[in-house]
């Protein structure tokens, strides 16, 4: 089933760099026809005006989806998430393949989430039999989103074949690449902290998130989420860690920001918690990357490990369950 530890022998996550629309549609249309001779489920997605120009040059099938980005992928941790669930609640060996556009960031931090997302995926999807085919525009896309492209897939479509791509970068690499712009500490003392030596005192934690939150942020399930994000990263720590665990807050209008330190013996791997918990995976973790738009994970001052956990108001309130539009 895997061709080496994690990964599933039918993954594969590739880029098609393309300037014209001929080109979009003739790669689409031999990625699809490949997928459906396969006997795969097909999905294709773009904004509504691409999904119409490739409804009319691939037609319908009944194992053919279109879907919409703009309910597809609101957020990079949800959609990661949402595939991951689909393929995991799928028959065994059932192939799923997808191709279409990733939205572009409203700021740079916005574009370095999404280029996380796709260096995340091969850890989040690698797993299953999944392939992907991911269109960026030359003519739209700036040459920075274009470059990230180049160093989050393994495989880059020219004259519709694949081939390995020599700018691919590793996604534990990645995450020190320019591109990534991983999350830093905010250089402001934090608005409160607490030390916790054991199970009993987690409670502290959650209570110090409601007590210091309610005033920047307005949804009170995205508190209650943060909340839970915070308890499973400092239980994380006590159990794989050692104590005690430091929990530091940041609260700003509209952000959330939350360091949390144990103080084991560190080298954590930076990608625990994306694969699936019938993988081997960290089940904790795993639940907190769903909950927040940023978790990254890295070694403290003192040498064990920190969690840096931060999340939007704005961003929580736009996501909904993962959707599709199936072909007419």
Do not use: K
Not at 167 to 193: G, N
Not at 245 to 258: E, H, I, K, N, Y
Request: net charge negative.
């Amino acid at each position: 089933m895997t061709t080496s530890g994690w990964t599933h022998s039918a993954y594969r996550h590739g880029l098609l760099v393309h300037e014209t629309d001929e080109e979009l549609i003739e790669g689409t249309r031999a990625f699809v026809a490949a997928g459906l001779a396969s006997g795969a489920d097909v999905l294709v997605h773009s904004p509504r005006d691409r999904v119409d120009l490739m409804r009319d040059a691939l037609g319908s099938d009944p194992r053919l989806e279109y879907g919409l980005d703009e309910e597809l992928y609101q957020a990079p941790l949800p959609t990661l998430f949402a595939y991951q669930r689909r393929l995991a609640d799928r028959p065994e060996d059932t192939e799923v393949w997808v191709t279409g556009t990733v939205p572009l960031g409203q700021d740079s931090a916005g574009q370095a989430a999404w280029n996380r997302y796709e260096s995340a995926v091969d850890r989040a999807l690698g797993a299953y039999p999944f392939v992907a085919l991911c269109t960026y525009d030359a003519r739209t896309r700036p040459a920075s989103v274009i470059a990230a492209a180049r160093a989050t897939h393994r495989t880059v479509n020219v004259d519709l074949t694949d081939r390995d791509n020599p700018a691919f970068v590793e996604p534990v690499a990645f995450l020190d690449h320019p591109h990534a712009q991983r999350p830093r500490v905010p250089s402001a003392p934090p608005s409160a902290t607490s030390m916790i030596s054991g199970f009993e005192e987690l409670s502290r934690a959650r209570d110090m998130v409601r007590a210091e939150v309610t005033d920047a942020v307005a949804a009170s399930q995205t508190i209650e989420n943060f909340r839970v994000a915070v308890n499973e990263v400092a239980t994380n720590g006590l159990l794989h860690g050692r104590p005690p665990v430091r929990v530091a807050l940041w609260s700003a209008r509209g952000r959330l920001t939350c360091l949390v330190e144990d103080s084991g013996p560190g080298h954590p791997d930076p990608m625990a918690g994306y694969q699936h918990p019938t993988a081997m995976g960290s089940l904790g973790l795993w639940a907190a990357r769903q909950l927040v738009d940023d978790l990254v994970i890295g070694t403290s001052p003192s040498g064990g490990c920190s969690v840096l956990l931060g999340v939007t108001d704005r961003a929580l309130r736009r996501r909904r369950r993962f959707g599709r539009v199936r072909s007419r």
